[in-house]
């Protein structure tokens, strides 16, 4: 049984109203998954659609700058893996602590 991972940022502010990406043509069967989770997508949101600068959105997001930078790294690496090799994203919502 997989582990349930738990959400440590307390600060997220975004409600995804779609969960699913996936490649135009391929059944969703036939894809492996890339789970993003909340908090990666945050990160993500707050770099890049509201330009904030890491120690802001660590702000933002109540934690460290350093975890910050982790957390959008990791959120890099799964969306790039999912467009370069054809996978599709599912964001997931973690339990919190």
Do not use: W
């Not at 349930?4 to 409600?15: G, M």
């Not at 036939?30 to 330009?51: Q, T």
């Amino acid at each position: 049984m997989p582990r349930i991972q738990r959400c440590l940022c307390r600060a997220i502010k975004f409600e995804p109203n779609v969960v699913y990406f996936k490649p135009q043509g391929v059944s969703m069967r036939d894809l492996e998954i890339v789970e993003v989770s909340m908090e990666e997508i945050e990160a993500y949101r707050l770099r890049y659609i509201n330009k904030l600068e890491q120690t802001e959105a660590g702000e933002k997001m109540k934690t460290s700058t350093s975890t910050y930078q982790r957390i959008l790294n990791s959120a890099h690496n799964k969306i790039a893996d999912a467009l370069v090799n054809g996978k599709a994203i599912k964001i997931t919502k973690h339990e919190t602590i």
